[in-house]
């Protein structure tokens, strides 16, 4: 669309000198702003994304303030390029440039913002995953450290039991050898 409104003003600035101009050429820029009208209006009209129109307010009859002038750029309004007022139809044109151009730069400004929001939004799941792999962490080495307790209690217990057989056993020589000497 700016690019449309760009070549239009180039089309208006043109011929602004009439004296200049063969009336010829007059009618070719005068064809080239209404075929430039006719294409806003009918994207305008088609460009659509899901089913919705997404420039509906850029018709050459809304396009910012300049919208209702610049439809009188057309063939037969009160700004044509051949009998109209070329200064006013400048006017106009620059005007739609300059809306265009704003719109552009909301539009951008609003595209960033919607990739920041996005970019916070992937990074919330990650946070997520983050956190419950360290749960899972936690409760692994929990189990691991309730294992190894397990294991060691174990072989302690062996090891008192190994320890007081052998106990048992010498207590009961001492007994014998103190029976054999009786």
Same mark, same amino acid.
């Given at each position: 669309m700016q690019n449309l @409104? =760009?070549?239009l003003r180039g089309h208006v600035v043109a011929p602004a000198n009439r004296g200049a101009m063969t009336k010829d050429e007059l009618a070719a820029h005068r064809q080239s702003v209404d075929s430039i009208l006719e294409t806003i209006?009918? +994207?305008s009209q088609t460009t659509t994304h899901e089913g919705?129109? =997404?420039i509906a307010g850029y018709s050459r009859g809304r396009l910012g303030q300049a919208g209702s002038v610049l439809s009188m750029l057309g063939s037969g309004g009160g700004l044509n390029l051949v009998d109209g007022d070329l200064e006013e @139809?400048?006017?106009a044109a620059e005007a739609a440039v300059a809306? +265009?151009?704003g719109s552009r730069g909301a539009i951008v400004s609003r595209m960033n913002?919607?990739?920041h929001q996005h970019s916070l939004l992937m990074t919330e799941p990650e946070g997520l995953a983050g956190a $419950?792999?360290?749960i899972e962490d936690t409760d692994v080495a929990s189990e691991a450290a309730a294992l190894a307790r397990a294991r060691a209690l174990q072989e302690v217990a062996t090891y008192t039991a190994s320890l007081t057989s052998r106990l048992e056993a010498g207590q009961? $020589?001492?007994l014998m050898a103190g029976v054999a000497t009786l």
């Open positions: @409104a =760009i070549e209006e009918f +994207l919705s129109q =997404i @139809a400048g006017c809306f +265009l151009s913002e919607m990739i $419950r792999s360290k009961v $020589r001492t």
